[in-house]
């Protein structure tokens, strides 16, 4: 079974720039989940899709903005970058059965850390 | 609005002692999800538990426990004999229903460090 995987590793921009980041969910995972973990703090929810659609978000503008493909994997896309959005970014898939709530655990990828100068 | 403290920020223990990290919840639904997550230093997180809140039962996996008392509102996890691969960031986190998907609303972690 292949875990959840993000590319790239590591990541600089400058200021104004834009980013895509990429995740592959589990194996037979079919919603992935967007978080942006600031140093020295708890991982903030930004966004979450199911079957292609976004299912909920977070607190965050719209220069940030996702894709979730047929095979359930993902893009975050962040435009406009700001020195703030320097962080880890997490991707995490968990199963659903239908649109409505099924909380499952959520498993994390390795995250992209991303530097904007 | 959901919340999570952890008000532990660091931790330090000697190897072998047991160690307790403590979380607090607020949220106003009668049916949420708690979990805890493990952060080494890869940066990965790595699931370790859910409950949901119709279960109050304390649970026990090898050296982990986790004590869920909805009076309090505080789901505590317990370390016992700590060992320095344990050594990482613990965070809780709380989810709930809802019909548009689940999100995870994190505490700010608490740094467990154990020392040889």
């Known amino acids: 079974e292949t875990g959840v995987t993000q590319s790239p590793t590591h990541l600089i921009k400058t200021r104004g720039q834009q980013v895509t980041l990429r995740c592959s969910s589990q194996?037979?995972?079919?919603?992935v989940s967007w978080y942006q973990q600031a140093l020295g703090q708890g991982p903030q929810f930004i966004f979450q899709?199911?079957?292609?659609?976004?299912?909920g978000r977070g607190n965050f503008p719209p220069r940030f903005s996702g894709l979730q493909f047929p095979n359930y994997s993902s893009e975050l896309n962040v435009n406009a970058l700001e020195l703030d959005d320097s962080a880890l970014y997490l991707c995490?898939?968990?199963?659903?059965?239908?649109?409505?709530?099924?909380?499952?655990?959520?498993?994390f990828g390795p995250g992209t850390r991303l530097t904007v100068l | 609005a959901q919340k999570v403290t952890q008000a532990q920020t660091e931790i330090s223990v000697v190897e072998k002692e047991d160690v307790t990290l403590d979380c607090v919840y607020e949220?106003?639904?009668?049916?949420?999800?708690l979990f805890w997550y493990k952060q080494p230093p890869s940066g990965e997180l790595v699931f370790l538990i859910r409950?949901?809140?119709?279960?109050?039962q304390n649970e026990i996996s090898g050296r982990y426990s986790w004590n869920f008392q909805k009076s309090t509102s505080s789901f505590n996890f317990t370390i016992t004999a700590s060992q320095v691969v344990d050594s990482a960031v613990y965070f809780c986190a709380l989810s709930f229903s809802e019909t548009s998907g689940s999100r995870l609303t994190f505490g700010e972690g608490t740094q467990l460090t154990v020392n040889p």
């Open positions: 899709y199911y079957r292609e659609e976004e299912n």
């Open positions: 995490a898939s968990s199963g659903r059965s239908s649109a409505r709530r099924v909380i499952n655990e959520q498993f």
């Open positions: 194996s037979g995972h079919n919603t």
């Open positions: 949220t106003r639904d009668t049916t949420y999800y």
């Open positions: 409950r949901n809140s119709f279960d109050e």
